[in-house]
């Protein structure tokens, strides 16, 4: 089995797709001779020709609006959003025609298009290069919002989002890029969309995750357990649609739980989270769910953005807290 980063497994999970299936197509700013900004598509261009993997403007809405075309088309388009900040020009396209397709059409057209973008902190990028947009995405009907936190999830997670015929937001995270290797298989696997992944076993505290955090929660989890206090951490894989099911079984174990998220805190994905354990497990909570977060404030500036993303320290304190109520 293959060593490989987030990165290539990205890449493999595409090229996997383009081969498979001519109507896959990849398009997006400096993705072809460039390989992207992050390389993540290098090669695949000369692999499989400039008519299917090609560069665009340097135009959000036009990406946006050339997957909507060519989704009604019959094509399966992988629209590169270059950086999550910059969604924002394309949010029309994404947001409202590609999500709306299949229901304002009455089920005559889809939209199987996967919108794939870098976002998050940690790497001392400039201002918007590092937001958390997914919160946007997940009030959107009609769109999945996917987050793989490894790249065995990144590979399988991406090809079933690329088969999917309803669009798929799919965010990759900067600072798991290069992180770590790890095993994936070669060839074509999936891994399904809407199942969370229990990645570490406990009895005292749920600690629910997605992205980056979700290796932050699993260090605060190793540092809880040497005072005696054992977490279990959920990587949620997929905000929508959102594994409840996962959660509510935690949680009827372990009756305590903390939400993490690199994004501002409020009315984010963990405020949703929340309300959900409350509609279906509040009888099973012996303590308020908190949330550990960003601050309300814009992303900051590299040389405070350390102090400003959820770390170890207040993921421990928040479980300290809910175990202390």
């Not at 497994?9 to 109507?23: C, G, H, Q, S, Y």
């Not at 969604?87 to 409202?96: H, P």
């Not at 669009?167 to 298989?185: D, I, K, T």
């Not at 996962?246 to 994004?263: F, L």
């Amino acid at each position: 089995m293959a060593q490989m980063n987030m990165k290539e497994a990205i890449r493999d999970a595409m090229r996997v797709e383009l081969k498979r299936d001519t109507n896959v197509l990849l398009f997006g700013e400096d993705v072809g001779k460039v390989g992207g900004v992050f390389r993540a598509t290098e090669g695949l261009q000369a692999e499989f020709g400039e008519d299917r993997v090609f560069d665009t403007p340097l135009a959000e809405s036009a990406i946006g609006g050339l997957a909507v075309g060519m989704g009604i088309q019959g094509f399966r388009p992988i629209a590169e959003i270059q950086f999550v900040g910059f969604i924002y020009e394309a949010m029309d396209q994404m947001f409202i025609q590609a999500a709306r397709m299949r229901y304002r059409s009455g089920g005559r057209y889809n939209s199987p298009i996967v919108f794939r973008t870098p976002f998050g902190g940690g790497v001392k990028a400039a201002e918007l290069h590092t937001d958390s947009l997914e919160g946007l995405a997940v009030q959107t009907p009609g769109i999945k919002v996917v987050i793989p936190s490894n790249p065995y999830d990144a590979k399988g997670l991406l090809i079933s989002a690329i088969r999917d015929n309803d669009p798929v937001f799919f965010m990759e995270h900067l600072n798991l890029y290069h992180a770590f290797r790890a095993e994936v298989p070669e060839g074509e696997y999936t891994v399904e969309i809407g199942k969370a992944n229990v990645v570490r076993e406990g009895s005292d505290v749920t600690i629910i995750a997605y992205g980056l955090m979700v290796h932050t929660a699993v260090k605060a989890a190793d540092e809880l357990e040497k005072q005696g206090i054992k977490a279990e951490v959920i990587d949620l894989r997929s905000l929508v649609p959102l594994d409840i099911d996962t959660i509510v079984a935690s949680i009827q174990k372990t009756n305590r739980a903390i939400v993490v998220q690199e994004a501002q805190k409020t009315s984010g994905v963990a405020a949703e989270v929340i309300a959900q354990i409350n509609e279906k497990a509040i009888l099973h909570l012996e303590a308020p769910v908190l949330r550990v977060a960003g601050p309300d404030t814009v992303y900051p500036f590299a040389q405070v953005e350390d102090a400003w993303l959820p770390s170890v320290a207040r993921i421990s304190a928040a479980v300290q807290k809910v175990l202390d109520f």
